[in-house]
């Protein structure tokens, strides 16, 4: 045998050559394998390392990632750059990594930590001069607090030094890339990018950061078809979870699944996933969260205080991808109606005591955008390759062709959420089959281990009277209003086709009306399980109430339980902003000038684009 053969697939072969499904493998191995004297050609070996990584990502999850494993799936990809280095070329794809980031130093660290984690992992684009050759990062800052603007840029120096090459794209930055446009195109663009005074350049939204973002990328790589721009969010990292692995392992290759994609389809944007926290608002979780919430009092209940723990065997309903959302059913998911049970997170033997005072200390995490019950967990599809259409854009992770830079984020100066199922919507009616899906998620955090919160959230505020969601809750509700408006528009035409105001406007209305009467109905089923939990809690024959120990854990759902009256309740002032007149008027009066206005504003983007 060659002494150059890589040892990685040797042991590969040496261990599964008998699998059934590896046949057309084994065959060419083993005559290489049998030769004494052989030229082995690269690109044989690299194709027959790329199958044994895609059959090994399925014996990862059938072995719960055991640590050998882990190895092997890494040194194969190792061996694989060793490969590429000995040829004269490799054209494999450049990327960009780009994170918009507000005033999340510690999230932002642990994000980029994991990036550089996969690199040294994987190798992808090999490691030369100080620096991975074919990954960089740019770190789009839009925080207000100038001590987190300067620890995002001396992030960005120290990951730089480390050979993670971070270019800061911040505040100076920005306005730096904004005089060189006209007066007359900066307010061409204000739909797209603000019009915010240097003085407050600061919290203009993801959004608007993001369209900023590709100005600067088109400035950075024109129409260079060979780099791959992939937009994640600051509070995600490079690897995914399981129930048995929940901190998430580095499983996947990412850049060579994405360059593999991009190289053998005629794809333009390509959207992954999320695992780990939900990627929606608790204003739309709050129903199911409760129901999972009195599933696991009246549990406990039953059982005996003193005696172990049993909340750490709970397995995970198959969900079919949306069980944290209220109105799943909206975006063509399955209502859940089954409890998912709580896997308790408390290390070492304890007794229910314990797991029940731990349960009740992460229940204000749900204001953080956490489900403690319905988080999301890894599976593997039958072809790691396998894409699939999309329809909805992930904003925390999706992928860009230079050509792609031509659609923005849109209705980004409302500020409201649900942009990625905005941009979603318009690319399927634009792109058909050149947006895809794919199943290459990031693993989410909402918070930080340290703190147990998320570092900033626009629309979420803390003080000493409690949890006011009601900023988030108002553009979560009139992002519905203007995702489905548009949903229902493009169904007949839109934007190809120019529709009358009043039949957009007629449109904006109904919704309006439909959503206003879902969101009530929410709020009484809200309100009725939160009476349950409160008679459930307080009812004095409850053995916490009879065990000194479990004194905090009474006080914590008494905190809760009141943080929730104050978003959810009948005169809470989410609920009050949506049901005034006057105020979802004024909403419905920027929805509809923002769709009217999109065709033109498509044309100027281009045109600023050019």
């Known amino acids: ?84 280095a000995k040829q004269s070329t490799d054209d494999r794809h450049h990327f960009i990594v780009v994170i918009p980031v507000a005033d999340r130093p510690q999230h932002l660290e642990a994000c980029l930590d994991s990036l550089f984690t996969l690199c040294r992992r994987f190798g992808y684009g090999g490691f030369a001069e100080q620096k991975y050759q074919k990954i960089r990062v740019m770190i789009a800052d839009d925080s207000k607090q100038p001590d987190n603007r300067n620890r995002h840029r001396k992030i960005a120096q120290q990951f730089s030094r480390d050979g993670l090459e971070a270019l800061y794209f911040g505040q100076h930055e ?58 994640i969010d600051s509070d995600q990292e490079f690897r995914i979870n399981t129930q048995s692995h929940r901190d998430g392992v580095f499983a996947i290759n990412y850049f060579h699944r994405l360059d593999r994609i991009y190289a053998s389809t005629e794809t333009l944007v390509l959207t992954g996933k999320v695992v780990g926290d939900p990627p929606v608002s608790p204003a739309v979780m709050a129903t199911n969260f409760l129901q999972d919430v009195l599933g696991f009092v009246s549990d406990i209940a039953r059982l005996q205080p003193q005696h172990a723990c049993s909340f750490h065997q709970q397995t995970t309903p198959r969900d079919d991808g949306a069980a944290y959302h209220d109105m799943a059913d909206l975006f063509g998911f399955h209502d859940q ?42 599976t ?44 979603g919507r318009l690319l399927r009616s634009e792109l058909g089959s050149r947006f895809v899906s794919a199943n290459l998620p990031l693993l989410h955090k909402r918070t930080q281990g340290q703190t147990g919160e998320s570092e900033f959230r626009p629309g979420i505020h803390k003080g000493q009277t409690g949890i006011d969601i009601s900023g988030e809750f108002e553009r979560q509700f009139f992002g519905d209003v203007l995702l489905f408006s548009l949903q229902t528009l493009i169904e007949s035409g839109y934007p190809q086709q120019q529709m009358k105001l009043e039949q957009i406007e007629q449109i904006v209305l109904d919704t309006e009306a439909s959503l206003l009467q879902r969101y009530r109905q929410m709020q009484q089923q809200i309100m009725t399980r939160l009476e349950e939990l409160r008679q459930s809690i307080e009812d004095r024959n409850g053995w916490w109430w009879h065990n000194p120990e479990a004194g905090d854990a009474i006080e914590n759902f ?29 909403r419905r009066q920027q929805i509809l000038q923002a769709l009217r206005a999109y065709t033109e504003d498509r044309d100027n983007w281009r045109k600023a684009l050019a």
């Not at 790329?50 to 494993?69: G, I, K, T």
């Not at 599809?381 to 923005?408: C, H, I, K, V, W």
């Not at 009948?570 to 009050?576: D, F, L």
């Open 1 to 84: 045998m060659a002494s150059d053969k890589p040892q990685a697939l040797q042991r590969f072969f040496t261990r599964y050559a008998s699998h059934p499904s590896l046949c057309d493998l084994s065959e060419p191995w083993h005559k290489l394998s049998n030769r004494d004297q052989i030229e082995i050609h690269n690109t044989t070996l690299i194709e027959l390392t790329d199958r044994a990584s895609l059959f090994l990502e399925q014996e990862l999850q059938r072995n719960d990632y055991a640590e050998d494993l882990l190895d092997l799936h890494q040194q194969l990809f190792l061996e694989m750059e060793s490969l590429i």
């Open 380 to 423: 593997t599809p039958p072809t790691a390759m396998e894409l699939t259409p999309a329809r909805t854009l992930y904003t925390g992770n999706y992928l860009l062709s230079p050509q792609a830079l031509d659609f923005f984020i849109p209705f980004s100066s409302l500020k409201l959420r649900m942009a990625g199922p905005q941009l």
């Open 558 to 586: 008494q905190d809760f339980m009141q943080n929730m009256a104050y978003n959810f309740a009948t005169g809470s002032p989410g609920y009050v902003m949506i049901q005034s007149t006057t105020h979802r008027q004024q």
């Open 337 to 378: 109606q089954k409890n998912f049970r709580y896997h308790c997170q408390l290390p070492g033997r304890h007794d229910q005591v314990a797991c029940l005072t731990g349960f009740s200390r992460l229940l204000n995490h749900f204001f953080d955008g956490e489900h403690l019950t319905r988080q999301s967990f890894y």
């Open 174 to 231: 920005q306005l730096q890339l904004l005089e060189k446009l006209s007066d007359t195109q900066r307010q061409d663009l204000s739909n797209i990018i603000g019009s915010h005074p240097a003085a407050a350049f600061y919290h203009k939204g993801a959004s608007i950061t993001r369209n900023l973002s590709y100005l600067k990328l088109k400035q950075l790589i024109a129409d260079d078809n060979h780099t791959l721009i992939w937009f």
